[in-house]
């Protein structure tokens, strides 16, 4: 299959309306989540950042095998497309009903949020493993590649925005506590839903996937990806970030209630100063990376990143208007981050396919989602652990009590330093990646 021409504005669009559902999934949780289980349900800190880990985790199980299903699925609407829609579906209905709370406070009402969060994680996997394979199929172009995840990227900085700036408004605006955040969980459900029907619906001329001949089991699947160095290096340095970008995201509330002491517009500020200036640098990464190549563009970025991270210590003492400063310049090497890893990423899957001769993109897909999930779990729970060590009280009246200095120590530490060593060390390993544009033809085996 040559797919070798430009896609059309329309599809481009399309397909990044996607990350609307994507990223409100892949935010909120992570923001919201872990404070709303210890501020609001009164679970312990260390408890709390377990509830929110091992739903997550079970997705590096079923990852891959959503994956080796999609591979295999032959419909009218392509091997992928069913699962947008499908998948997007439930995950917008099983995410409001996360915060409903039919149990009131306490362990039960612990154990319900994890079990909900569990499914919702599943269908979240049969949304994202499709969607996420879709672009190594609708061209072998890798420089259209590049456009198409800026085009994702920017819908996703823009899913990240709403989601991650309004939903502690809504929180707030209606009541906080657990009614607050059942009026959240509907907000974000409809931001999943409009990106399920928008992917689905815009991508309906793209060209798409077909039933390939995929690897029987988890292991074999694994095996194959081993094989692919560029790939392997690429996912665990991937996953690294992932996990330091989610223990920052995981801070943003506590750091805006026990630092900056502004805990009714302090997140709503810090996300509108993290992801808006990635939506002005977007073109400039494009060029850097058009000069430099997507490796070196990479390393910038997460060194921009790490950077600004470490400058963060100084929130503690300097005045909220430095902060949101340093913030937006973290924003703008996480936008750089994500565009080039997951322009990366149809790259290694494209190599894959030029070395073997199968198509096999699911299972590619299904292990770097499964990475990524793992990386986004770890961080709340590496964050709430830290916090329970330092000393955190937490609450079930759905405002935050005040925290021993220990607490508020262990809180800025956990969102700066921690964040800026493993993206630090993800710079480091991306020294191994070794694939470049020559490697790749435009003529696909297929």
């Known amino acids: 299959m040559n797919n070798s021409a430009q896609l059309s504005t329309g599809t481009r669009a399309g397909y990044a309306l996607g990350s609307l559902a994507t990223g409100a999934f892949g935010t909120v949780p992570g923001l919201l989540l872990l404070p709303y289980l210890t501020d609001s349900l009164g679970v312990a800190a260390v408890v709390a950042g377990?509830?929110?880990?091992?739903?997550?985790?079970?997705?590096?199980?079923?990852?891959?095998v959503v994956g080796r299903i999609s591979d295999r699925t032959v419909s009218p609407w392509g091997a992928r497309r069913p699962y947008l829609l499908g998948g997007g579906i439930a995950m917008a209905v099983l995410f409001a009903a996360i915060f409903a709370a039919p149990l009131g406070t306490g362990s039960d009402a612990g154990l319900y949020v994890a079990v909900l969060f569990l499914a919702t994680a599943t269908a979240f996997a049969f949304f994202q493993v499709p969607y996420v394979a879709m672009p190594a199929e609708m061209t072998d172009s890798t420089d259209e590649r590049t456009r198409l995840m800026t085009w994702r990227i920017?819908?996703?900085a823009i899913a990240i925005l709403v989601s991650g700036a309004v939903a502690p408004l809504v929180v707030n605006a209606a009541g906080g506590g657990v009614p607050g955040h059942r009026a959240m969980g509907v907000f974000v459900g409809v931001?999943?839903?409009?990106?399920?029907?928008?992917?689905?619906?815009?991508?309906?001329?793209?060209?798409?996937?077909?039933?390939?001949e995929s690897e029987p089991t988890l292991r074999a699947q694994i095996a194959v990806a081993r094989r692919n160095k560029p790939f392997v290096t690429l996912l665990i340095v991937f996953v690294v970030q992932s996990v330091g970008i989610a223990t920052m995201l995981a801070g943003v509330k506590y750091v805006a209630d026990h630092v900056l002491g502004r805990p009714d517009d302090g997140p709503?500020?810090?996300?509108?100063?993290?992801?808006?200036?990635a939506l002005l640098v977007m073109?400039?990464?494009?060029?850097v990376g058009a000069r430099w190549g997507k490796k070196r563009a990479l390393t910038i970025a997460s060194l921009i990143f790490g950077a600004g991270a470490?400058?963060?210590l100084s929130a503690q003492v300097a005045p909220p208007v430095l902060t949101y400063l340093i913030t937006a310049v973290i924003g703008c090497g996480y936008a750089g981050q994500q565009v080039f890893a997951l322009s990366m990423l149809p790259d290694c899957i494209a190599f894959d396919e030029q070395r073997t001769g199968k198509r096999q993109a699911g299972v590619f897909t299904g292990l770097w989602t499964a990475g990524e999930t793992l990386g986004l779990a770890l961080g709340p729970g590496i964050f709430g652990l830290v916090i329970a060590v330092a000393g955190y009280r937490s609450s079930d009246t759905g405002v935050a009590v005040t925290q021993p200095a220990s607490a508020r120590l262990g809180i800025l530490l956990a969102f700066t330093v921690l964040p800026a060593l493993l993206v630090g060390l993800g710079a480091l390993l991306l020294r191994r990646y070794h694939l470049t544009a020559d490697q790749l033809t435009v003529e696909q085996v297929g």
């Open 268 to 277: 709503t500020l810090l996300f509108v100063a993290f992801v808006a200036p």
């Open 191 to 212: 931001l999943i839903l409009l990106g399920a029907f928008g992917s689905f619906l815009g991508t309906r001329r793209a060209p798409l996937g077909h039933a390939v």
């Open 50 to 64: 377990l509830l929110v880990l091992l739903p997550k985790a079970w997705d590096v199980l079923i990852n891959p």
């Open 283 to 287: 073109p400039l990464w494009i060029r």
């Open 310 to 312: 470490l400058a963060l």
């Open 154 to 156: 920017a819908v996703l």
